[in-house]
């Protein structure tokens, strides 16, 4: 059984920092694109950030660009997402994602994930 759990969110103040990790079971996605995509109440899940197998490449959507990273840890079966200097329109619930096949492309289309996990909750206040 393929699972990939978040975790990580909570709530900061603007400006601050947070780490999410997702880690995930059930099979090796050590050389499959792994990606974070979030979902603000009220809105369509959008695109992140997104890591191929060897972290060499790594798109972000513009409004993230600067201020998260995405790495990955292939020997601890986690991908990660460093977001600083958190602004409140970053606030969303963030789902992490894989590719079923390996060295594929990243890239911020929902369906070219197979897999997703339950989400984490991120808050930031004014």
């Known amino acids: 059984q393929v699972q990939l759990v978040e975790s990580g969110g909570g709530l900061v103040q603007a400006g601050g920092s947070l780490r999410l990790s997702c880690s995930h079971s059930?099979?090796?996605?050590?050389?499959?694109?792994l990606a974070w995509f979030r979902q603000a109440p009220g809105k369509e899940r959008e695109f992140v950030a997104a890591?191929?197998?060897?972290?060499?490449?790594?798109p972000y959507a513009d409004s993230v660009k600067g201020r998260f990273t995405i790495s990955r840890d292939n020997a601890q079966n986690t991908v990660y997402l460093q977001m600083n200097i958190l602004k409140p329109e970053d606030t969303a619930v963030y789902y992490c994602?894989?590719?079923?096949?390996?060295?594929?492309?990243?890239?911020?289309?929902?369906?070219?994930?197979?897999?997703w996990g339950q989400g984490t909750q991120v808050t930031v206040s004014s």
């Open positions: 059930g099979r090796s996605f050590s050389r499959s694109v």
């Open positions: 994602a894989a590719q079923s096949r390996g060295y594929g492309v990243p890239g911020p289309y929902q369906n070219l994930y197979d897999y």
């Open positions: 890591i191929n197998w060897t972290g060499g490449t790594t």
